[in-house]
């Protein structure tokens, strides 16, 4: 039997909130069956409403509970003056001995097992009592035992990493040391960078040979306009070392100077803190006189790539992006982009005398050859031979040009693909280049420096495909001045000069006799070693590097180039396209 509640009139207040203060407010037409005086709490809209009644609880433990609370003046406390007792007629679904009756429907909903293997291991595991806090703590030592071994690991194979890269890069030395050869001094790099110098500004003695103007239009290629890599296999490129200059002979006879090199010499030595393969150069004795050589079939003839960089080249010799293919490779662009950017319509800058490498009648390549003298001390002088390739009219004013090429082979081991990024983000490319190839662009400046060039003119070379050596394109040609460019990349011109001066000086205080600078293929350091007289001659058996590697010398002639006037990394050049 369900029971019936029955609610009363509820009178209307018209003059605000809640029940009217009097009975005399209520309209005639309704009547009230409320209880009277009975009080009205008022309250806020802020407050917190609970329940009006619980039918969930039973009678008695309410009633308990409710004695032993203390009285806080709300409804139903012992204070309130809502406080009376409910009838349990009028309420039967309250009645605790009707509660047979009612049945509560829980709506909450069933929970959703979840399947995998740690709640399938773990259903019919029984759970240890274990406090909150310490459980957390738990974890997070064990996550940290974690975090530390896997930045263990990570480290350690970074190690090995660059452990492997390094005995890459630097595969043996550039000459085979022989047994008897004595070595004399051991010099790290760390003293070369304390070093400074200052030197005068140099004296021109000799002009040789005619260059042609620079072609402006190239400063305008862009990717999207690109330019084919043309081959000069006609025009003449020599490579003529120290002793076999028949101008600098004639000025050592007439004691002109103490010291001489080649541009190519003292560029190295200069940047020699940034080299990271290994090189050597040859030093003669004669008399008072000091002459830095390079042997035949050097590497110095060509150009490194990517030799501070962090990713490591293929070591198969036959590779076409080994070491040394790159460096033959990029000897072969940096001589046809120094020929193709020119203007060739036979206007010339000729100078005093023609090119003293030169047959006569032969095709030669776009040079000028400047014999510099500089003053190193009181009584001592360096005669050094510096290239330029180019002149460029500014200002109704012959200027003189340096002309180098960056080869791009693989995007993926520069991580720049200049394609897309050259004519967006020049300046990110150009700083990938600089951390892949600091040595090299290095060298570059000290030479346009040491020949006093006005500008410098770097192109941007990449292959027609990665997989494609033969072919290549042009995406665009930056000019920099020499000593601007020398600040941005952090190149000190007197630390260069103090290099230059303490080797000399250690040089001088040899006897008369031949030795080799060598720099060690696996520390940042050179050495000096006491060799002997026919060292490096043509009945000098020595193996510097592999057979299928090794570049071979050419036939001596007069001056150590071949009759055609053509050098041997020329011919090795072609050989390879």
């Not at 274990?130 to 035992?145: G, S, T, Y």
């Amino acid at each position: 039997m369900v029971g019936v509640f029955e609610l009363g009139a509820v009178p209307f207040n018209p003059d605000g909130w809640g029940p009217p203060e009097s009975t005399t407010a209520t309209p005639p037409s309704t009547t009230t069956t409320l209880p009277p005086h009975v009080p009205y709490a008022t309250f806020s809209r802020s407050e917190r409403l609970g329940r009006i009644a619980d039918f969930t609880r039973s009678f008695s433990s309410s009633n308990a509970n409710a004695s032993n609370r203390p009285s806080s003046g709300k409804p139903g406390s012992a204070d309130s003056p809502f406080d009376f007792s409910l009838d349990l007629d009028a309420f039967p679904l309250a009645n605790p001995d009707n509660g047979s009756a009612f049945r509560l429907v829980d709506t909450k909903p069933t929970p959703r097992p979840k399947f995998g293997p740690k709640w399938r291991f773990n259903q019919h595991r029984p759970q240890l009592p274990q406090r909150r806090d310490e459980e957390v703590e738990a974890r997070k030592r064990e996550a940290e035992k974690e975090r530390a071994r896997r930045d263990r690991l990570y480290n350690l194979n970074r190690s090995n990493q660059n452990q492997q890269r390094r005995e890459a890069a630097i595969f043996k030395s550039s000459v085979d040391i022989q047994p008897e050869w004595n070595m004399l001094e051991q010099i790290p790099f760390s003293t070369f960078t304390k070093l400074s110098f200052s030197v005068s500004d140099p004296e021109d003695l000799l002009h040789c040979g005619a260059l042609e103007y620079y072609d402006r239009s190239f400063d305008r290629i862009t990717p999207k306009n690109e330019r084919r890599l043309e081959r000069f296999k006609n025009r003449n490129f020599f490579k003529v070392t120290t002793t076999d200059d028949p101008v600098i002979r004639r000025l050592a006879n007439e004691d002109k100077a103490t010291v001489f090199a080649t541009d190519t010499i003292l560029a190295t030595l200069m940047c020699a803190p940034r080299s990271v393969y290994s090189w050597d150069i040859v030093v003669q004795r004669v008399g008072n006189k000091l002459f830095f050589d390079k042997r035949d079939g050097s590497q110095l003839d060509l150009l490194s790539v990517h030799e501070t960089s962090q990713e490591p080249l293929p070591e198969a010799k036959d590779d076409i992006n080994s070491a040394y293919s790159l460096s033959v490779e990029a000897a072969y662009i940096n001589q046809n982009f120094s020929q193709q950017v020119l203007i060739r319509d036979g206007n010339k800058v000729s100078f005093d005398e023609p090119n003293p490498f030169a047959n006569e009648g032969d095709e030669v390549a776009s040079v000028a050859y400047r014999y510099r003298r500089w003053k190193l001390d009181g009584d001592m002088y360096l005669v050094a031979r510096c290239e330029v390739q180019s002149v460029v009219e500014v200002n109704n004013k012959n200027s003189f040009v340096t002309l180098n090429a960056l080869n791009e082979f693989d995007p993926k081991y520069s991580g720049v693909d200049w394609r897309q990024k050259l004519e967006t983000q020049r300046g990110a490319v150009l700083a990938t280049e600089l951390k892949n190839n600091a040595n090299k662009l290095a060298k570059w400046t000290a030479q346009a420096i040491l020949a006093s060039a006005d500008l410098m003119k770097l192109g941007y070379v990449t292959r027609v495909h990665p997989r494609d050596h033969f072919n290549h394109v042009i995406l665009g040609v930056v000019g920099y001045k020499p000593r601007d460019f020398a600040s941005q990349i952090n190149l000190n011109t007197s630390n260069m000069w103090g290099i230059v001066k303490s080797i000399v000086d250690l040089c001088m205080k040899l006897n008369e006799g031949k030795y080799v600078l060598v720099k060690d293929p696996s520390k940042p350091q050179v050495r000096i070693y006491e060799v002997p007289a026919d060292a490096f001659e043509n009945d000098y058996v020595e193996e510097p590097l592999p057979e299928e590697e090794q570049v071979q010398p050419p036939s001596e002639d007069a001056e150590g180039v071949e009759a055609n006037g053509t050098t041997t990394d020329d011919k090795e050049i072609e050989a390879q396209t």
